[in-house]
């Protein structure tokens, strides 16, 4: 059964009334065309017969014509036009149903016109026709077309005709309707015999399109330049090796039936070639730059027998895991290489990742070398300073004037973050100058032109999705050869993704919580079935204070005229609805009665650093019993003794997120509990995340979850930058098998050949697929 499709790029109102296809035989952008509606212009100029993928669309299908597909899509070149290919194609025989249409979103709509009638307006001159379509279900299901002076649907919409509408459809008078919509007519009844057939069996391609540019005008302009270029002399991407071992339709072929399919299994077909290329293509790049960073020198940090780790070891008051010591081993032995280490370490909320960081730091410092961790956030960065001095005790205090560990046997351990007094800014400069600190702890402060390092040999970057591609390559450039990269991140990555996103990163994965690890219970607290609990979560917080321990309550906005350090609201958000702040329920709870007595504090990103220190500072020497906070504590903060957080208005956060937050309890072995706490209606598409969250602590059942309720285009990124979505067929949750053997095949290839010397043509494609949207998604790593 068909559906209604929903344009990618809604972009102001439906062409106006009477436009149809802008004007009889004027193609699609005003006069643009000639008469046949092609967008060709016979006789203008225009170019016939390229083979080049790269050549511009004003040359094929005219200025005018160019310039609106570019402002509506984006889109400059032939290759980007044919690779803008069908979200879906729809059936002639099968329309869309008018009751499952979508109110308030730019939709094309495939019906049969059931009546036609035309009025004089009342207060104006002009017309009004009215078109009844229907979905042929019996006349029970339609919906009312009106068009202003609407002469062309007056001639062409005839009872019967089969035309496909594009439009918004809105309530009017407690009945759907649709406003001087645009529209096409699809040829139907006039043909007879074995042409009405073929013509009834031929599906209709749907592509992502704008309120502006519909559907049908884009498959005119395709099919404009399916007739201009000479598809024959266009260089094919795949190896022929691999066209023929999976039987995949020749490039040429593969375009036209696409486009212009006269069966469902033509674009199916065709989809699967398009598919696999683009898996191949970008494996390919991964791969490629892969081999390029294998093949730089770097210098081999192997460390010394009885040097700082060693020592290190010996004192820790704990057993590493397997895992860690698993993925110990392969950092010393990628450590200990002439060429740079690219590993992407990923594990559970606290499974102990940055003891192996620091293990491979202490490897490097062993060597000579210096180590740097970028941290996203001045709360974080402490955290890391004040728990790795902590944990190595002695040996973290080398070379710091008149300490008890100065001297060969350890080493200082320097914090540099944009908000530190000039005096401390200074030092920490001269620290990481001099090569005194082995271990420079920062945030974005680290990047800066004022910062340089002795002998730079490994970056650790934590959270890495919150940095960009060119922080990442900053902090690389100071240092004298490429260093060792350890990327970080506590958000567990399906393998298609990891495949996908880090493909550059070798992977390794931390699934083991070290010994004394307490379990977490998560509970959803819906107010709108249970108002009576809010007091509830207050005598429960003074409950988990009673018994000597300390509570998070987390908050997503500051104060009312600022949203604060929060996500962005998920699609499916109320809008306009209340949100907790953090100001109002410090107020709040300073007043409540269950919470007399009790020391409450508010943390946020906007605070003076000072504040903020001495905030988390205080929390973790329990000198604070409360803690009302942003997201600033999302991710690192480690205070053992806080067993309960209660996260308001939790329905505001992403699963990763709220899966991060709660990772803040359950530390020090005592149990943890994390009330997700929401007022939205039972049945909301939000509650689905808090719902997800409470029944798994399983971060990767909830990676997949998560990627499942949001965008392809938020897997990848795209959507931060506000571009259209990375990937065109290729999706990464349904499609591993596809991903895996194109990464194998990528392999090969790169393995054979770096330089794709003997594949042009891949590595074209390579370079028209990798704008800078999609190059920053591959830099990730």
């Known amino acids: 059964m068909l559906m209604s499709t929903r344009s990618a790029k809604p972009s102001g109102t439906a062409a106006a009334a009477g436009s149809g296809l802008g004007g009889a035989g004027a193609g699609f952008a005003g006069g643009d065309g000639p008469a046949d509606g092609t967008g060709l212009a016979p006789g203008s100029g225009l170019i016939h017969g390229t083979s080049d993928i790269a050549f511009p669309l004003e040359r094929l299908i005219g200025k005018a014509s160019a310039t609106s597909i570019e402002k509506s899509l984006g889109l400059r070149s032939v290759g980007e036009l044919l690779h803008h290919f069908p979200r879906r194609y729809l059936n002639r025989g099968e329309l869309t149903p008018i009751d499952q249409v979508p109110l308030n979103e730019d939709v094309t709509i495939l019906a049969r016109v059931l009546s036609l009638s035309t009025r004089s307006m009342r207060a104006r001159k002009g017309t009004i026709t009215d078109v009844v379509i229907t979905d042929d279900s019996g006349g029970l299901s339609s919906l009312k077309i009106s068009f202003f002076n609407g002469w062309k649907a007056q001639k062409e919409l005839q009872t019967g005709t089969l035309a496909m509408f594009s439009g918004k459809v809105t309530v009017f008078n407690h009945a759907r309707s649709l406003t001087n919509p645009d529209f096409s007519v699809l040829p139907d009844d006039e043909l007879s015999g074995q042409e009405a057939e073929l013509q009834a069996q031929r599906p209709v391609p749907v592509y992502p399109a704008t309120a502006k540019l519909p559907s049908w005008k884009i498959q005119r302009a395709v099919e404009s330049v399916l007739r201009a270029v000479d598809l024959e002399k266009l260089p094919d991407p795949l190896p022929a090796q691999i066209v023929a071992r999976e039987k995949f339709l020749s490039l040429p072929n593969a375009y036209q039936l696409i486009h212009t399919p006269s069966a469902p299994e033509d674009w199916q077909r065709a989809r699967d070639r398009f598919r696999y290329q683009e898996a191949l293509v970008l494996q390919t790049a991964l791969a490629r730059r892969r081999a390029q960073a294998a093949a730089e020198d770097a210098t081999a940090r192997r460390g010394t027998p009885d040097g700082l780790l060693a020592a290190f070891d010996a004192a820790l008051p704990f057993t590493l895991t397997a895992g860690q010591r698993d993925v110990g081993e392969v950092l010393a032995r990628e450590l200990a290489a002439d060429h740079p280490m690219n590993r992407l370490l990923q594990g559970e909320v606290g499974s102990g990742k940055t003891v192996v960081a620091l293990r491979a730091m202490l490897q490097v410092i062993d060597s000579g070398g210096q180590a740097a961790l970028l941290a996203p956030t001045e709360v974080l960065a402490a955290q890391h300073y004040q728990s790795i001095r902590a944990i190595l005790g002695p040996l973290g205090e080398g070379g710091l004037l008149g300490s008890v560990g100065s001297g060969p046997d350890g080493t200082a351990v320097t914090l540099l973050t944009g908000s530190m007094p000039a005096a401390a800014r200074k030092r920490a400069l001269l620290d990481a100058a001099s090569g005194m600190a082995g271990i420079v702890i920062g945030t974005h402060a680290l990047l800066s032109d004022t ?36 990327v970080m991140t506590a958000t567990p990555i399906p393998r298609t993704v990891a495949m996908t996103v880090f493909g550059d990163l070798e992977t390794s994965v931390l699934t083991e919580l070290p010994a004394g690890r307490a379990p977490i219970s998560t509970h959803v607290v819906g107010l709108a079935e249970h108002p009576g609990w809010v007091a509830r979560l207050w005598s429960r917080s003074r409950e988990e204070i009673a018994a000597g321990h300390q509570v998070y309550v987390v908050c997503p906005k500051i104060g009312s005229d600022d949203d604060g350090d929060g996500s962005a609201p998920p699609e499916d958000d109320a ?21 007399a007595g009790t020391r409450i504090a508010a943390l946020h990103g906007k605070l003076d650093a000072t504040v903020k220190s001495e905030t988390m500072a205080s929390f973790a020497a329990g000198n604070l019993d409360l803690l009302v906070s942003t997201t600033v504590i999302e991710v690192g903060v480690d205070v053992h ?42 049945g909301h598409p939000s509650r689905r995340r808090l719902d997800a969250v409470a029944a798994t602590t399983d971060g990767f059942v909830l990676s997949q979850e998560d990627l499942k309720l949001r965008r392809e285009g938020d897997i990848l990124g795209a959507s931060q930058s506000g571009g259209r979505s990375t990937l065109r067929l290729l999706r990464v949750l349904q499609h591993e098998d596809i991903i895996a053997k194109a990464r194998e095949d990528a392999w090969k290839i790169v393995a054979k050949d770096p330089q794709l010397r003997a594949y042009s043509a891949l590595e074209a494609a390579i370079e028209e697929y990798l704008n800078p949207e999609k190059e920053a998604f591959l830099e990730r790593g």
């Not at 902090?475 to 260093?483: D, E, F, G, I, T």
């Not at 937050?661 to 706490?677: D, E, F, K, N």
């Open 575 to 595: 809008p306009g609805r209340p949100l907790a702040e953090v100001a109002t329920v410090v107020e709040l709870l300073q007043t409540e009665p269950a919470l």
């Open 641 to 682: 003794n806080a067993t309960l957080m209660v996260i308001l208005d939790a329905d505001r956060f992403g699963i990763s997120q709220l899966h991060q937050l709660r990772g803040r309890v359950g530390r020090g072995g005592l149990p943890g509990t994390c009330l997700l706490v929401t007022s939205l209606e039972v």
């Open 451 to 486: 910062v340089q390092f002795f002998d730079l040999g490994l970056i650790v970057v934590d959270e890495q999705h919150r940095f960009g591609v060119e922080q990442r390559d900053v902090l690389r450039s100071k240092a004298s050869k490429p260093p060792h990269l350890l």
